[in-house]
C-alpha cells in the first residue's frame, strides 16, 4: 500500500545549493516516490549544480526556476511560472536560510539595523511572501514545510541574528497554518539537528555542536540529511493530514536534554 502518496504530486523544493544541501536529500525522496519537483535556485552558480546533480534522473518530470526571496518580484515571477506550467502545486520545501557572516561572528549585541533586517527578511519573512505567491496555485490539501533549528528558542553560541530570525519563522509558520487551515493548508517547521552543509559553514562554533550533540543526544549520534529527507516526506505527505502548526524535531533527541 502507498501510504505516502506523493506520485505524480507537484511539490516545489527551494534552496538546493549543492549535494549536501537539506533541500538535496528531500529532492531526493521525493523523485524516488515519483513526484516531479520543482527546484528555486537564487544565484546561477546554484542553477548548474542542480542540473548536475539532476542529470541521473532524466527520467523524471523536473523544472528549475530562479527565485531570489528577498525580492517580491523574483518570487512573484518564480510562482506564475511554475503555477502556469504545473497548475497545481501540492508542496512546497522552504529550505532557505541567510545571515551576513559578521553578525555571526561579532557579538550579539554589535548586530546592526541592517544585518538584522536582511537576516529576517531572508529567513522568516521569506515564508509568508512564498505562501502568498503560491496561494493561488496551492491543492485543497497541499502542505508547506520549512527547516529550522533549535537557535530559535535557545541561546546557541554563534547563532546570534539568526537564532532572532528562525524564531521569528516558527511563528509566522504558526500565524500562516492558523490562516491558510480554513483553505486545508497545512504549514509546520522542521526543526533539524546539526549537519555539515553550505550554511552550517558559516556557523563559527559548528564543530563544536557536533560534538556536544554526540555526547549530549538520547541517541548520541548526530542526525542527517536522509533523516531529515524521510521526516519532511511525512510532513508533505497525507500521513501527516492531522498534524499543522507543529515544529517537529529531528536531532536525534537533543532537544529534550537539559
Ligand atoms: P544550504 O546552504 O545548502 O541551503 C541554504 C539555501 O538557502 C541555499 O540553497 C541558498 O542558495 C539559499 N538562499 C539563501 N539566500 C537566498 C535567497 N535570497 N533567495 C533564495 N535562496 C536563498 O544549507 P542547509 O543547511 O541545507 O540549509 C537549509 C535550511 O535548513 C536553512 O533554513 C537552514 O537554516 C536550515 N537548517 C540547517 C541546519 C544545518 O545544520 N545545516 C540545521 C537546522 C536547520
Known sequence: MDLIQLAGKNIVVMGVANERSIAWGV?????????????????????????KLLADYSDHKTAVAECDVNSDESIAKAFEEIGTKFGTIHGIVHSVAFAHAEDLKNRFVETTREGYAFAQDTSAYSL???????????????????????????????????GVAKAALEAAMRYLAADLGSDGIRVNAISAGAIRTLAAKGVPSFNQILHKVEETAPLK???????????????????SRGVTGETIYVDSGYNIMG
Open 128 to 162: 509568508v511572501a512564498v505562501s502568498k505567491a503560491a496561494k493561488p496555485y496551492l491543492a485543497e490539501d497541499a502542505s508547506i514545510v520549512t527547516m529550522s533549528y533549535l537557535g530559535a528558542e535557545r541561546v546557541l553560541d554563534g547563532y546570534n541574528v539568526m
Open 221 to 239: 549520534r548526530n542526525t542527517n540529511q536522509e533523516e531529515v529527507a524521510d521526516m519532511t516526506m511525512v510532513m508533505l505527505s497525507r500521513l
Open 27 to 51: 529532492a531526493k525522496r521525493l523523485m524516488e516516490v515519483g513526484a516531479n519537483v520543482i527546484f528555486t535556485y537564487r544565484k546561477e552558480r546554484s542553477k548548474g549544480k542542480i542540473e
